[in-house]
């Protein structure tokens, strides 16, 4: 299925950590990903995990996936203001289409 | 261009009016997409197209949406007689390859419909 859920808000200090999670459907997924949407902009992809990962880790990002839950999160270290906008997790294109979640907007608070 | 070029940015219509919103792909992009993004609705797909095959239309809401892509390059997304409810943002994407998840994304063009 393209049934992916992500929780809508969340607001994040400057400096602190910020998690974001979403639950995908489809167990056969082969590559997950994460996107970003800054305001007034189109969506720019962040990073992916390969399904056979437990966690990747890009910089300041850390990708963790529980395949058992059908859980992935994102998380961003040392949050920055420019790191304000719409996340959004997808999971592996079903006949040619990504499926997006409704996505997550981090607000980060100087 | 060096990404996907989307205009008009923004658009306002009077409800019951056609729009013609246009997509310029990444050259060499074979896969575009159409996305809308409506307030609190995530990303809703519209439709896909591959090189020259038939496009996958299923995401269209209604027979007042249509699309089309010359050439392998340009595509116009057209609304025929507007309704409120079709304000939204409209993002097109392309993709080298629609077997994998990256997409660039243009920067959407807002419909506003009065």
């Known amino acids: 299925g393209e049934d992916v859920e992500q929780s809508l808000f969340l607001s994040v200090r400057e400096g602190d950590s910020s998690v974001i999670n979403c639950t995908y459907t489809d167990s056969s997924s082969t590559y997950l990903y994460w996107y970003k949407q800054e305001p007034g902009a189109g969506l720019q992809l962040l990073t992916y995990?390969?399904?056979?990962?437990d966690m990747k880790q890009d910089q300041r990002l850390t990708v963790l996936l529980n395949k058992k839950d059908k859980h992935l999160s994102l998380r961003i270290a040392d949050t920055q203001t420019g790191d304000s906008a719409i996340y959004f997790c997808a999971e592996t294109p079903q006949n040619n289409r990504l499926a997006f979640g409704k996505g997550n907007q981090v607000v980060v608070i100087p | 261009g060096a990404g996907v070029s989307q205009s008009p940015s923004n658009k306002v219509t009077e409800k019951g009016k056609d729009v013609e919103l246009r997509c310029d792909p990444i050259?060499?992009?074979?896969?575009l997409y159409w996305y809308r993004q409506s307030l609190g609705q995530g990303l809703e797909f519209l439709i896909y197209f591959q090189g020259n095959s038939a496009p996958d239309k299923s995401g269209l809401p209604s027979d007042r949406f249509s699309a089309e892509r010359t050439g392998g390059s340009v595509s116009t997304l057209t609304i025929q007689r507007t309704q409120q409810e079709d304000s939204a943002v409209y993002l097109c994407a392309s993709s080298s390859n629609a077997n994998t998840g990256e997409l660039f994304f243009g920067e959407g063009s807002r419909l506003t419909v009065l």
């Open positions: 050259s060499g992009h074979t896969a």
């Open positions: 995990i390969f399904s056979n990962m």
